[in-house]
């Protein structure tokens, strides 16, 4: 299985690098997508991903770093790396009042500014978005960019049955992470339930959010993304493993990672 948005680079995981990569591996998890959050960040990923031929890499700032310093020369110099296979994490964020809105819409503004520049392969690349509390906002600035829906990815999806409606009318994709499994998530899982299986994708966003029945394990890991995919599996009433084979095409072609792997 292909864990679709990790953070491998995170010091809660990079200390155990090695021993992260065994327990994916006997768990099923053979691919993963390391995704950054910094211009920083997204060097680190890639040489890990260079390392690895079944580890891809992003390439974008995440919105709570609104207010850092960012070398958007390196953002476009890893995007243009074949093993780079989407933008991102980018968004908006606003369940904390820091960073201010402000800054973040400026922020969302100059990387759009540097997607929409591209050429080649980066002109098409997916678009992993990070969106909390608003949704409202962040698709209407997408609609304007002229970035096709179908690039937009809306990854750790928290919202209700109303909510991924109004993603799903925009056109984007859909995924889940272990939060779809938790005993007072019934929300989600109502929306998860409406997602078409074609649109959906799913992800640990590791070292966050371990999924029930390993929800106490600190920090979370990528073999712990078959814990989610079962879980939606047994909700959708589908067989496991032909829902993990779903999942995983739709990575493949989401990702485009037979062309980047």
């Given at each position: 299985?292909?864990?679709?948005?990790?953070h491998l680079t995170s010091p809660k995981l990079a200390d155990s690098y090695a021993s992260v990569l065994d327990r994916a591996e006997e768990a099923g998890v053979d691919g993963m997508i390391n995704v950054s959050t910094s211009s920083m960040d997204c060097v680190e990923g890639l040489a890990v991903a260079k390392k690895h031929p079944r580890i891809w890499c992003t390439s974008g700032i995440h919105p709570h770093e609104a207010e850092a310093e960012h070398?958007?020369?390196a953002i476009r110099l890893?995007?243009?790396?074949?093993?780079?296979?989407?933008?991102?994490?980018?968004?908006l964020d606003w369940y904390y009042k820091d960073p201010p809105r402000d800054a973040q819409f400026a922020l969302l503004d100059r990387h759009l500014e540097v997607i929409q520049s591209a050429s080649g392969r980066q002109a098409t690349m997916p678009i992993v978005l990070h969106c909390r509390e608003a949704y409202?906002?962040?698709?209407?600035i997408l609609r304007t960019s002229g970035i096709t829906p179908e690039r937009c990815i809306f990854h750790c999806f928290t919202g209700d049955a109303a909510t991924v409606d109004i993603v799903l009318e925009f056109g984007a994709w859909v995924s889940f992470t272990g939060i779809v499994t938790f005993g007072n998530a019934p929300e989600i899982q109502e929306a998860a339930a409406r997602v078409p299986l074609e649109r959906m994708l799913v992800e640990t966003d590791a070292p966050y959010l371990s999924p029930?029945?390993?929800r106490s394990m600190r920090p979370n890991e990528p073999c712990n993304v078959v814990h989610t995919a079962r879980f939606l599996a047994e909700l959708r009433g589908i067989e496991a493993d032909d829902f993990i084979g779903c999942m995983d095409s739709n990575a493949v072609r989401c990702f485009g990672l037979e062309d980047g792997g």
């Open positions: 299985m292909i864990d679709t948005h990790c070398d958007w020369n890893v995007a243009e790396d074949d093993r780079c296979v989407a933008w991102g994490e980018l968004g409202d906002d962040l698709i209407a029930e029945p390993v």
